[in-house]
Each structure stands twice: as structure tokens, then as C-alpha cells.
């Protein structure tokens, strides 16, 4: 199950954009991700184990969106840009050609991150006296 790896990555990705916003913790509500057809990913295996792996943390209640993209290859026979089938080998379906070039299918992307930051207490000390 890559999933958990790949959720471990994720983590700290996320805790590196969260060392962007210090002082503040961001409230996270959703992280959003693009995933390829062609990077075995279960979408659903995914989402189990981030939220398992954030439960009790900073990230506690956000969700992750996972946005699919198909795998896409180009012929380098004819240019011609195709949705390979695993039943026909993946072949081009113009030429017969192998599949060799990729133009989408292997993303695994943060997109974007939905959240807040707490507004700062005011410091008491920073206010002037009268």
C-alpha cells in the first residue's frame, strides 16, 4: 500500500508550507490534490490514510479533495495525442505504435490548500497606557 508513503510525503509538504505561516497555525479545511490514472493511486485508500495520519494534529477535520487526471500519451508516429488502453497494450490506436511519451497521467500535485489563519491576540503590553 504506496498510499501510506505517499501520505507521508503529503505530511510534510503541508508541515513545510505551514513553517511559511508561522507565528500563526493555519486552519486547514480541505487540501486538494490532482492525482494521475497512471500513478496507481486509490483515491479512496488515500483519503483513509491521511485522515488516519492527521487525527490529533494541526490538520485534524480537513479533508482531501483528490481532482483525477486521465492518462493521456502522444503517438511518435503520427503526433497524435491518445487515451491508451491497458487492453490494447497501451498501443497507439492510429499506428499500432508503442506507448512512449506521457502527456498526463503521473501527477501527484498539491492544487491548493483551503484554510484560514487565527486572527493574533493583541499583545497588552503593545497597547499604550493613558
Excluded: N
Excluded at 38 to 59: I, K
Amino acid at each position: 500500500m504506496h498510499e501510506v508513503d505517499m501520505t507521508k510525503c503529503l505530511l510534510l509538504s503541508l508541515h513545510e508550507w505551514k513553517r511559511g505561516q508561522e507565528p500563526l497555525t493555519p486552519v486547514v479545511s480541505a487540501v486538494h490534490l490532482q492525482v494521475g490514472d497512471f500513478t496507481c493511486v486509490e483515491p479512496e485508500a488515500l483519503r483513509f490514510t491521511f485522515a488516519a495520519a492527521v487525527e490529533g494534529t494541526w490538520l485534524d477535520g480537513s479533508t482531501l479533495e483528490i481532482d483525477t487526471v486521465p492518462l493521456r500519451a502522444r503517438c511518435l508516429g503520427c503526433s497524435s495525442v491518445y487515451s491508451p488502453d491497458p487492453d490494447q497494450a497501451y498501443r497507439s490506436p492510429c499506428c499500432d505504435q508503442p506507448m512512449e511519451e506521457i502527456v498526463s497521467g503521473r501527477e501527484l500535485r498539491i492544487r491548493s490548500v483551503d484554510y484560514s489563519l487565527p486572527q493574533q491576540a493583541s499583545d497588552p503590553a503593545a497597547v499604550p497606557s493613558r
